[in-house]
C-alpha cells in the first residue's frame, strides 16, 4: 500500500497509485501503453510519481471504493456514484459494434433496437439509446459461435476488443465491424481528500497539455487516434 502521509508542501500527495485492466498496448502490466504514457505525463512533471497497478476490471474498482488505490482507470463518465469524476477525460473509447456481414448496419440511433451483448461489467445499456434487449457475457472466447447462430445481433466493445475477437474468426469476411459511439475515458477517484487534491491537479494538467498539445506524440507513437484538438472542453 502506500503512505497516505507523504504530503508535498502544497497538499498533494507525490504519488497516484492507479489501478487498470490490462488492455493490450493501452495498459501492459509492465507500465507500458498508451493510457500509463499520458497519466504520467499528466502526473510526474508536476511532481507526483505515478504507481501502475494491473488487475481485472471488477477488482480495480473494488480496490478504488475502499481507498486501497486513488483512482481506476478507464472509467465511462458517471458509471459508479461512490467516486470523484474529473471534469476532463484522457482519452475515447471507440465503440463497435460487430455482426454478421449479412444483417443491416446498424447505426448510432437503432443500434439499441437490436438483440446486444457485451462483456459483463460494461454497461453500455447506460450509453446506447434504448438498448433493452441484451445479455452480457463472461468472456470474449463465445462471441463468435453467438453471432453466427444468430443469438444476438451484435456484440458491443471498443474497437481494440472487436479487432481481437474478429482475429479469432475462421473467415472473418463473414462479419462487419461498425462504428456506434464515441465515450470519453475518466479516471474514476477514491472518495477522500487525498483523491480529490489529485483529482483537481489532473483537470488543471489536462487543461495544460490539451492546450499545449503535448499529448499529441503519445497517441502518434502508439499509434492511436488522438482524442482532442486544441480548442477541445471537457464533455
Known amino acids: ?67 486501497e488505490a486513488d483512482a481506476w482507470v478507464g472509467s465511462y463518465k458517471d458509471e459508479s456514484d461512490d467516486n470523484l469524476y474529473p471534469r476532463w477525460h484522457f482519452d475515447l473509447d471507440h465503440i463497435y459494434a460487430l455482426g454478421l456481414a449479412s444483417k443491416p448496419v446498424p447505426t448510432p440511433e437503432n443500434v439499441g433496437n437490436y438483440r446486444l451483448a457485451w462483456v459483463r461489467g460494461y454497461d453500455y445499456s447506460s450509453y446506447l439509446p434504448n438498448a433493452h434487449d441484451f445479455r452480457e457475457i463472461q468472456r470474449r472466447e463465445g462471441i463468435l459461435p453467438m453471432l453466427e447462430h444468430d ?34 475515458l475518466y479516471l474514476a477517484f477514491a472518495r477522500n481528500d487525498r483523491a480529490r487534491a489529485l483529482r483537481d491537479l489532473f483537470d488543471k494538467r489536462m487543461a495544460e497539455l490539451v492546450r499545449s498539445g503535448e499529448l499529441k506524440p503519445i497517441f502518434e507513437h502508439w499509434k492511436q487516434p488522438y482524442p482532442f484538438t486544441a480548442d477541445s472542453t471537457p464533455h
Open 151 to 184: 443469438r444476438v445481433d451484435f456484440y458491443i466493445d471498443a474497437l481494440t476488443e472487436v479487432d481481437y475477437v474478429l482475429s479469432q474468426a475462421p473467415h472473418p469476411e463473414r462479419f462487419r465491424r461498425t462504428h456506434v459511439a464515441e465515450l470519453p
Open 1 to 67: 500500500g502506500f503512505a497516505p502521509w507523504v504530503m508535498a508542501a502544497d497538499g498533494v500527495p507525490k504519488q497516484i497509485h492507479l489501478v487498470s485492466e490490462e488492455w493490450l498496448d493501452y495498459t501492459n502490466a509492465d507500465g507500458t501503453g498508451v493510457a500509463w504514457d499520458v497519466l504520467r505525463k499528466v502526473f510526474e512533471p508536476a511532481g507526483v510519481k505515478v504507481v501502475a497497478q494491473s488487475a481485472p476490471y471488477s477488482r480495480a474498482v473494488g480496490l478504488v471504493k475502499r481507498g
